[in-house]
C-alpha cells in the first residue's frame, strides 16, 4: 500500500492541478500582505481582523475549493482519460485504490493550506507583538487541526460525487458556494445539514471577536447561532469522512466504467 501512496503523491505534485491550487493557496497570503502594507491608513489593524480573515479566506474559501477540485479529481480523472478501468486490475484492492489517493490529495492540499495559513497568521500578527502573538498560537493550531479535518470530509464527498457524475466540479462548486455558504448562516436548524456548520463550532477564530466589535454582520449571525457541542461536531465529522469514503468506495464496486463511455 506504501507504493500505492508514493505513486499518487509523486503524480499529484507533479500535476498542474497542483500547482494552480498552489497559487490560489498564496491569495490569502498576498491579501494579508497588501492589508500589512495598508496599515497605516487603516483604522483597525491587520492582527485585529485576522479572525475574521482566516475565517472568511480559509474555511469558506480556500478550503472548500481546493478540495473540490482535488476531490473530484479522484475517480473523475481516471474516467475522463479512461485510465480506471486499467488501474482496477493492478493486483491490489479496489478499495485501497480510491482511498490511498484520496489520502494523497489530502496530504497534498493539507500541506498547500498548511504552509498558506502559517504565512497568513506571521505576516498579520507581526504588529501584534509577541505576547499577542504567542496567545493565538494555541487558536492557531485549533484552527489548523479543523481545517485539516475538513479536508478529511470534504476530499471524499467531493470523491464520491465525482465518480457519479459527470460535470463533477461545477456541481462541486454550487455545493459550495450555494448550499455550504448560505444555509450554514439561515436560523433553525436547517444549517445542521451542512459540513459547514460543524467547522464553524470548531473553529475558534470567529470566537475572538464580540458582537459589539462586528455589529450587525455576518460574524452577528454566526455568533448569535446555536453551535453544535465541540465533542458532537467532531464525532459528526468523523462520521460524514467515514461515510463518504465508503460512498466513494462502493462507486467501483457497483458502477461500471468502460472505455467507451
Given at each position: 500500500m506504501a507504493?500505492?501512496?508514493?505513486?499518487?503523491?509523486?503524480?499529484?505534485?507533479?500535476?498542474?492541478?497542483?500547482l494552480?491550487?498552489?497559487?490560489?493557496?498564496?491569495?490569502?497570503?498576498?491579501?494579508?500582505?497588501?492589508?500589512?502594507?495598508?496599515?497605516?491608513?487603516?483604522?483597525?489593524?491587520?492582527?485585529?481582523?485576522?479572525?475574521?480573515?482566516?475565517y472568511?479566506?480559509f474555511?469558506?474559501?480556500?478550503?472548500?475549493?481546493?478540495?473540490?477540485?482535488?476531490g473530484?479529481?479522484?475517480?473523475?480523472?481516471?474516467?475522463?482519460?479512461?485510465?480506471l478501468?486499467?488501474?482496477?486490475?493492478?493486483?491490489?484492492?479496489?478499495?485501497?485504490?480510491?482511498?490511498?489517493?484520496?489520502?494523497?490529495g489530502?496530504?497534498?492540499?493539507?500541506?498547500?493550506?498548511?504552509?498558506?495559513f502559517?504565512?497568513?497568521?506571521?505576516?498579520?500578527?507581526?504588529?501584534?507583538?509577541?505576547?499577542?502573538?504567542l496567545?493565538?498560537?494555541?487558536?492557531?493550531?485549533?484552527?489548523?487541526?479543523?481545517?485539516?479535518?475538513?479536508?478529511?470530509?470534504?476530499?471524499?464527498?467531493?470523491?464520491?460525487?465525482?465518480?457519479?457524475?459527470?460535470?463533477?466540479?461545477?456541481?462541486?462548486?454550487?455545493?459550495?458556494?450555494?448550499?455550504?455558504?448560505?444555509?450554514?448562516?439561515?436560523?433553525?436548524?436547517?444549517?445542521?445539514?451542512?459540513?459547514?456548520?460543524y467547522?464553524?463550532?470548531?473553529?475558534?477564530?470567529?470566537?475572538?471577536?464580540?458582537?459589539?466589535?462586528?455589529?450587525?454582520?455576518?460574524?452577528?449571525?454566526?455568533?448569535?447561532?446555536?453551535?453544535?457541542?465541540?465533542?458532537?461536531?467532531?464525532?459528526?465529522?468523523a462520521?460524514?469522512?467515514?461515510?463518504?469514503?465508503?460512498?466513494m468506495?462502493?462507486?467501483?464496486?457497483?458502477?461500471?466504467?468502460?472505455l467507451?463511455?
Open positions: 507504493y500505492l501512496l508514493v505513486f499518487f503523491l509523486r503524480d499529484g505534485i507533479h500535476s498542474r492541478r497542483t494552480w491550487i498552489s497559487i490560489i493557496g498564496m491569495v490569502p497570503v498576498a491579501c494579508a500582505v497588501l492589508l500589512l502594507l495598508a496599515s497605516s491608513i487603516m483604522e483597525v489593524k491587520p492582527h485585529q481582523i485576522y479572525p475574521q480573515f482566516s472568511l479566506m474555511l469558506h474559501f480556500l478550503l472548500p475549493l481546493t478540495a473540490v477540485f482535488i473530484t479529481a479522484i475517480i473523475g480523472d481516471e474516467v475522463e482519460e479512461k485510465t478501468p486499467f488501474l482496477l486490475t493492478r493486483p491490489v484492492p479496489r478499495w485501497s485504490i480510491v482511498a490511498i489517493k484520496a489520502l494523497a489530502i496530504i497534498t492540499i493539507g500541506l498547500v493550506i498548511l504552509v498558506s502559517t504565512l497568513t497568521y506571521l505576516v498579520m500578527m507581526s504588529g501584534a507583538g509577541s505576547a499577542s502573538f496567545r493565538g498560537l494555541p487558536g492557531f493550531f485549533r484552527s489548523s487541526a479543523a481545517l485539516m479535518l475538513g479536508l478529511a470530509v470534504y476530499v471524499p464527498l467531493f470523491g464520491f460525487i465525482g465518480g457519479i457524475l459527470k460535470k463533477p466540479v461545477l456541481v462541486g462548486l454550487l455545493f459550495t458556494f450555494g448550499w455550504e455558504s448560505s444555509i450554514a448562516f439561515f436560523p433553525g436548524n436547517a444549517r445542521l445539514l451542512t459540513v459547514v456548520h467547522l464553524h463550532s470548531l473553529f475558534p477564530a470567529i470566537r475572538q471577536v464580540t458582537p459589539d466589535d462586528i455589529g450587525r454582520t455576518l460574524f452577528g449571525l454566526v455568533l448569535s447561532a446555536n453551535k453544535t457541542p465541540f465533542i458532537l461536531s467532531v464525532f459528526v465529522l462520521a460524514l469522512s467515514v461515510l463518504f469514503t465508503g460512498l468506495i462502493m462507486i467501483l464496486y457497483f458502477k461500471e466504467y468502460r467507451d463511455d
